[in-house]
């Protein structure tokens, strides 16, 4: 113990538990385990629902199927489509159908028209009823009392059902009997047609009322605007407001166009006399000329041009020139005087014209006066006259419309007898053959479902309710500490949680004392020799998956550490958590390794070791620490090579106190030079604190979970207990951890399966 080297120690905070990954193998493997329970409640359920089958009464369901159009159908005779009265829009018309299929005054009808309440089968009390014993002081409200009674009976078996995007409509009936049911679905349906036909043809009957009374009315005013639109006439003989036949019209119109050709023409002219009053006076001699001015201005020119020729030949005072000149100057001035007198008679034309043309105008002004004033006087008299004409001609258009309409409604009311109904229907009732309800098949459905619900409920709420220990994973995220080895459980008791209840039940003291009871792999044969002991399978069976997992811990145990290990304590939280096992097999796979090994049993208060290795516990561990022996005296060989083993020895009074001993130190510190190793098997540290006092001696602890077995709070306390001692936890070793299919379960059931494939080898041999 001296020749170690210090060890110090960080005290730990308790972490607070991670999220686990999820995996769906954990969830079948809830289900493997809980399955019988989950059976059990399924097949509870499933009785129940045969029971409930049984004592149901039978009840029967017909259907008839409808078509309801917002629109009746087309009237081949007319050639024409009578449309119904709209009750609602489109959108509400199809809900409106369906809420008055389940009216109240639907299923009066439907008792009415099939005398329901003298159905012996509908209603056997009233039928039992004798005439003479039927109240004779009943009233018509008692009457309508027992008709809204029957009618809520008859509603209590309709169901309205829409076919979905469709104009069709299941409207079915249950009843006890079958012949009822079919009899009251095909009644409702004719009920609901006949309702349908009455209120529209009562409607019509009123509209053709009504038409009727207006028309009388509307005939009646024409022929009073008739009377004063004649007498109106009469008194300011107005014949017609045509203008093809009212004179005043007429010539108002005729002067209107003469007014407008006179101003057309005064302006026509007026323009042309400020022309010629403007234009140069040769371009108005011209136009007004007819050619003449041009003509004697080109004998002009032509005279002035031979002058101008012949002046290149001749002198200006030759005879001959002379002559031609005085030609020249003849021409010259009779053309000025022309022109001027062209000038003044176009002038004066254009003037005159003008002058008359305005005249014209002038006169038609005043006549359109005169004229516009008689018709003003027409049109002041025509308004009034021409109201009373649109008033009468108003109540003409308004009286043919409504004849039209009053032919129309005859024409549907004459229609009544044909029952057209814009409902249809498209399948009658028929008698059922078999029941609606109970039905054994939907019931058994039913059961399953519900009992595999129910039955997988109860299953994860139970193990939600379950806080124990099972998975590597569990260990790593509730305890954060290493997991050094996972140890199979090969045999399994009643309740599945390994060999450990062969000496403990889950947290009490040892059951019997007998051989231990086992049963391997949910019913397989125990791979366990005759007389075996599971705390030597390592030595015995060094083939097993278990053995293997032994040499896995060794493995890490030794790996755990780099200043060297040589005494390791091995406790639990709880008793039977299969400590004693462990530190056993443990000791025994170190002693494989060819290293003298000394196995301490220190549990001081329920020894069990010497019964594993079959040696006495006359003498052990407690007679030293009292001083009754030497050390050599408490230390004795095993059957297993390289081990020796020193019993517990007498049970004492005070095990805490003797395990604190400065003896105690001094038998570990000789343990120390005369073997490389020592395990000590110590008791569970929740109940006791001998596991702390031994912790605190040793180079490491190794803490022992049994699978399923301890609770998540008693293993992070017993976690908790250690570091505040500050005792080295080395790792976790996981007890009785049960072969699955999951993700730990395959790969051991894989590795087992290798493991028996080796023949002798160095597994055997270790």
């Known amino acids: 113990m001296a020749s170690q080297p210090p060890i110090t120690f960080e005290p730990m905070l308790a972490l607070p538990e991670p999220e686990s990954e999820f995996h769906i193998s954990q969830w079948l493997e809830i289900v493997r385990r809980r399955r019988k329970l989950i059976a059990v409640v399924v097949a509870a359920v499933i009785v129940a629902s045969l029971v409930l089958y049984a004592i149901t009464p039978r009840v029967y369901r017909a259907t008839t199927v409808l078509q309801i159009e917002r629109r009746s159908s087309t009237n081949l005779a007319l050639g024409q489509t009578v449309q119904f009265e709209d009750w609602v829009d489109a959108q509400s018309f199809y809900p409106t159908q369906y809420r008055l299929l389940q009216s109240r005054g639907l299923a009066e009808r439907v008792v009415k028209n099939m005398h329901l309440m003298d159905d012996p089968i509908f209603n056997p009390g009233r039928a039992s009823l004798l005439p003479s014993s039927s109240p004779v002081n009943a009233t018509a409200g008692t009457d309508a009392t027992a008709l809204g009674g029957m009618a809520f009976r008859v509603l209590g078996g309709i169901a309205v059902t829409p076919i979905r995007n469709t104009r069709l409509v299941e409207v079915s009936y249950t009843s006890t009997n079958p012949e009822l049911a079919a009899r009251i679905a095909n009644g409702v349906a004719d009920a609901f047609i006949d309702w349908g036909v009455e209120t529209r043809f009562a409607t019509v009957g009123r509209a053709s009322t009504f038409l009727a009374s207006q028309i009388e009315t509307i005939k009646q005013e024409i022929q009073d605007k008739e009377a004063q639109l004649q007498a109106y006439s009469r008194r300011t003989d107005i014949v017609a407001l045509d203008p093809s036949s009212n004179v005043t019209l007429q010539r108002l119109e005729g002067l209107n166009r003469d007014y407008v050709t006179a101003v057309s023409d005064r302006i026509t002219k007026e323009a042309r006399y400020q022309e010629m009053t403007s234009s140069p006076d040769d371009s108005v001699a011209d ?33 001959a020139m002379l002559e031609l000149k005085a030609q020249i100057d003849k021409g010259r001035q009779h053309l000025v005087s022309a022109t001027q007198e062209m000038v003044s008679k176009a002038r004066e034309s254009a003037r005159a014209e003008y002058q008359g043309a305005l005249r014209r105008e002038e006169s038609l002004t005043g006549e359109l006066k005169h004229q516009k004033s008689d018709a003003m006087q027409l049109n002041s008299a025509a308004v009034e006259y021409n109201n009373l ?9 308004l009286l ?50 519900l009992g595999l619900g129910l039955g997988l409920g109860v299953a994860f709420f139970l193990e939600y309710l379950d806080r124990t220990l099972k998975t590597p994973d569990d260990v790593a995220r509730i305890l954060g500490l290493p997991l050094l080895a996972v140890i199979p459980d090969v045999s399994s008791g009643s309740d ?35 007389g075996g002991k599971i705390e030597l399978l390592p030595q015995l069976m060094p083939r097993l ?56 049993d220190a549990d001081l208060r329920k020894p069990r070791l010497h019964e594993v290795l079959g040696v006495p516990n006359r003498v052990g561990l407690v007679s030293y620490l009292t001083g009754s022996v030497e050390e050599d005296a408490v230390i004795l060989p095993t059957q297993v090579p390289n081990l020796s083993f020193t019993p517990s020895g007498p049970i004492p009074p005070n095990s805490s106190e003797l395990l604190s001993s400065e003896r105690m130190l001094d038998f570990v510190a000789k343990a120390y030079q005369r073997f490389d190793y020592v395990v000590l098997d110590s008791p569970p540290a929740l109940p006791v604190t001998d596991a702390t006092v031994l912790g605190s001696m040793a180079d490491g602890l190794i803490l022992c979970v049994g699978s399923g077995m301890v609770l998540r709070e008693d293993a992070r306390a017993c976690r908790q207990r250690f570091q505040l001692a500050e005792i080295r936890v080395l790792g976790v070793a996981l007890n009785f951890y049960r072969e699955r299919r999951g993700r730990y379960g395959k790969r051991y059931h894989s590795y087992e399966s290798y493991v028996k494939q080796t023949a002798g080898g160095k597994d055997a041999k270790a």
């Open 287 to 319: 136009s007004f000329s007819g050619g003449l001015i041009g003509q004697l201005r080109g004998d002009q020119m032509r005279l002035e041009r031979d002058y101008a020729t012949k002046l290149n030949t001749y002198k200006p005072d030759w005879p």
């Open 496 to 530: 599945g949680y390994g060999y450990a209840r062969a000496y403990y039940g889950r947290g009490s003291g040892p059951k019997h004392t007998g051989p231990p009871r086992r049963v391997y792999a949910e019913g397989v044969a125990s791979p366990l020799p005759e």
């Open 400 to 449: 043919d419309e409504l004849v039209k309409r009053q032919s129309e409604t005859e024409v549907t009311a004459r229609l009544q007898g044909t029952r057209d109904s814009n409902v249809v229907v498209v399948d009658q009732a028929l008698v059922p053959r078999g029941p609606y309800r109970p039905s054994l098949s939907r019931n058994l459905s039913l059961g399953l479902v």
């Open 389 to 397: 004409k649109v008033e009468v001609s108003t109540r003409r258009t």
């Open 545 to 600: 998956a278990v053995s293997e997992a032994y040499r896995s811990l060794r493995t890490a145990l030794l790996l755990s550490t780099a200043n060297g290990l040589k005494s390791v304590v091995v406790s639990s939280a709880i008793p039977g958590e299969g400590k004693t096992a462990i530190s056993t097999n443990l000791a025994v796979v170190l002693a494989q390794l060819g290293k003298q090994v000394l196995l301490v």
